[in-house]
């Protein structure tokens, strides 16, 4: 039996393109996924978004801010934000006791201009894009914007896990640009609103020049205190969230040696005394904040005061 080689391979050639162009069409570059699972996520969510060039980043002004304070991106700023992935599955938001604050030069973002900054929780692209997108689109002061950003550009395929991050996890982002000037008033919405959720009315509370609400729980009827005296307290600090962020039960130290709240408000009672506070950070860790607490972070305390010193 002959074979025809040249009618062979006319049936076989346009078969084997057959499957090649099948197998092509079943793959689907990260790009495809991204742009698939990004668009799914806008209609679903009814949101009015652009595309950042040719990106594949998506973003919306949600809140166009002041237009007479220009946003300076050599400026330092206040900014809170939110993270989650488009299905859900990861959440990051400002609980007023986590890490999504950031005060330093808005065009530092996300580490700052510290040469000492933590190693990156992100890819640097993903860095690099949201700092684009801030730099451009955000004008003005107490701005707020949302920016989509393809998995592509964080972790890709295979997530993040130690995060939570799950695979193919393009992330939808929302940043709020405050500014020094309105600090103190963002700060005092949150703490009456910290007040209300404790099942409190901040008339309840008595407010300091310097933004403190504080309620005389026992005035004591031990000596008086100045910000001189040296005393041994217990005490519960928590964050406006509720979460208890230290305590103790005989802690001894000067009232001039810590805190600035701690030394206003705690003189306002005597040995024995117990007063409870919710306190700015301009009066507690101030912009960087300390520790475990945040930058720009308000704070709540009960302590009271022994009287057998």
């Not at 808005?106 to 190693?119: F, H, I, K, T, W």
């Not at 008339?203 to 005389?216: L, Q």
Request: net charge negative; aromatic share 12%.
């Amino acid at each position: 039996m002959t074979i025809n080689f040249k009618r062979l391979m006319f049936w076989v050639v346009p078969i084997l393109m057959g499957l090649v162009a099948c197998e092509k069409k079943e793959y689907q570059s990260i790009e495809e996924l991204d742009e698939e699972n990004i668009q799914q996520y806008i209609r679903q969510n009814n949101l009015s978004v652009q595309q950042y060039g040719t990106t594949g980043m998506y973003y919306e002004v949600l809140q166009e801010g002041d237009p007479e304070k220009l946003l300076k991106f050599d400026a330092l700023v206040p900014m809170v934000f939110t993270v989650k992935s488009l299905d859900g599955t990861y959440v990051s938001s400002d609980t007023l006791q986590g890490s999504n604050r950031y005060y330093d030069f808005l065009g530092y973002y996300p580490y700052g201009n510290s040469s000492s900054a933590n190693l990156p929780s992100s890819p640097v692209e993903a860095n690099n894009s949201i700092k684009n997108v801030l730099a451009e689109m955000l004008k003005y002061e107490n701005g707020r914007i949302r920016i989509i950003i393809p998995s592509r550009y964080l972790y890709g395929r295979n997530g993040n896990s130690s995060l939570g991050i799950p695979a193919n996890a393009s992330l939808d982002y929302v940043f709020h640009v405050l500014s020094a000037s309105t600090l103190p008033a963002y700060e005092d919405f949150q703490i009456r609103n910290a007040i209300a959720n404790a099942g409190a009315s901040a008339d309840e509370y008595e407010k300091t020049e310097t933004g403190i609400y504080y309620k005389i729980l026992e005035l004591g009827d031990g000596d008086g205190l100045t910000i001189d005296s040296l005393v041994t307290a217990s005490y519960v600090g928590k964050f406006l969230s509720g979460a208890e962020f230290d305590s103790s039960d005989s802690a001894v130290f000067r009232l001039s040696g810590v805190i600035t709240s701690w030394g206003e408000i705690i003189p306002k009672v005597n040995r024995g005394g117990k007063i409870e506070f919710y306190t700015p950070s301009t009066s507690a860790y101030g912009r960087n904040g300390s520790g475990s607490i945040p930058q720009f972070t308000p704070l709540y305390f009960s302590v009271t005061i022994r009287n057998d010193d």
